[in-house]
């Protein structure tokens, strides 16, 4: 195949969806790939280390849309992109459809082969391509909520480890999944007095048996969140229905019993968001102030950090775009079960139930697409 790296334009997205040692396997594997002139620049990555691995720079997405069979990106395409995507071409990437109907109907109407990251899953249920960016996403939480408690940022002015003499802050974390307990660990280590939720009791237990003293876990319902959201400091938003709209869980209502100055990060937002105030922000205007709380609510947070970012996507991302490049994607879907799922729209049908039901739209099985 011929495979297509491609710069990042959502605003101040960093990361690159390949490392050049990511493009070298992919090479050696037997592929062309085309790599976008500065796609790596922002992750620290040169075109003279894409060019040593042996890719070829080309200076044009147009270029690379019109070239490859397959195109590489890491957050989902944008309008200027549309009209580039060919029929029958692959776009893999992160897509999160079932909050953005405009990028569906796009992805319908040309007729490409929409396989998304997200929904890439393991027998087990887990998401391995949404894991290293989960991890970095809720470890960044706690930074970025600490950062947001102090007062030139808007915030009330508590330190989340206290200090001696002085209780510490208080983080809610809704959602025990791997953004909830990254950001939990964080929140855990600085000193703050965290509060873990979900509405798994097995992985309750699980949970309570491995985290530290200073996290207590909770079964979570709207009447627990409604009382803890009045003592937080720190509320993050880390609930996940896979490739599906998330569910509101704080409401406008609670938001007025809480602290002002208190800092809601929610780590959902890609997929719609978890707290009814919330609406998308970006890395240069982070933050926005209801009812005298903050919200942070950054749809590309690991873009940040995106050295680290790049290097973790790739690893978790490599061996399944190989395998799509190698395979074709249909051979490489019915050899391997948990690239199957990553099938949200094909030659212009949904194959992904949770989009569908989003938008009210036919749903088509993907074993349908694939004979």
């Not at 950090?305 to 994607?329: C, D, F, H, Q, R």
């Amino acid at each position: 195949m011929i495979v297509g790296i491609l710069k990042e334009i959502k605003t101040e997205e960093n990361r690159v969806c390949m490392t050049p040692a990511g493009a070298e396997v992919m090479i050696h594997n037997g592929h062309t790939v085309l790599v976008e002139k500065d796609a790596g620049a922002g992750s620290g990555f040169a075109d003279a280390a894409y060019a040593g691995a042996g890719a070829r720079i080309v200076d044009t997405p147009k270029e690379i849309f019109d070239a490859a069979d397959m195109v590489m990106h890491v957050k989902e395409p944008l309008p200027p992109e549309y009209d580039l995507i060919r029929e029958g071409q692959i776009v893999f990437t992160y897509l999160h459809l079932a909050a953005d109907e405009t990028q569906t109907r796009a992805l319908i109407k040309s007729r490409s082969v929409s396989i998304a990251y997200e929904t890439i899953q393991k027998a087990d249920g887990s998401l391995p391509l949404l894991t290293p960016m989960s991890e970095v996403a809720g470890r960044m939480a706690i930074q970025q909520g600490a950062k947001y408690l102090e007062m030139a940022q808007g915030g009330h002015g508590v330190l989340l480890g206290g200090v001696p003499g002085v209780d510490p802050g208080t983080v809610v974390v809704i959602g025990g999944g791997v953004v909830g307990v990254n950001a939990a660990k964080m929140a855990c280590g600085l000193g703050a007095k965290v509060y873990l939720l979900d509405m798994n009791l097995d992985r309750l237990r699980y949970l309570s048996d491995v985290m530290p003293a200073n996290c207590f876990t909770l079964m979570s319902s709207p009447a627990t969140i409604r009382k803890l959201v009045k003592e937080a400091d720190v509320v993050v938003g880390a609930v996940l229905i896979p490739g599906a709209k998330a569910p509101r869980l704080v409401t406008r209502d609670m938001l007025g019993t809480m602290k002002k100055g208190s800092v809601l990060v929610d780590v959902a937002i890609d997929q719609g968001g978890c707290f009814e105030t919330s609406r998308a922000t970006t890395h240069g205007s982070p933050t926005y102030v209801v009812d005298g709380v903050v919200h942070y609510c950054v749809a590309n947070m690991p873009g940040a950090v995106a050295k680290t970012s790049t290097l973790a996507l790739t690893n978790a991302t490599l061996p399944y775009a190989v395998e799509i490049a190698n395979k074709g994607w249909k051979r490489a879907m019915q050899e391997n079960a948990e690239i199957k799922p990553g099938a949200n729209v094909i030659d212009g049908k949904v194959t992904y139930r949770a989009v569908a039901e989003a938008f009210g739209m036919a749903y088509t099985p993907v074993e349908e697409m694939m004979s």
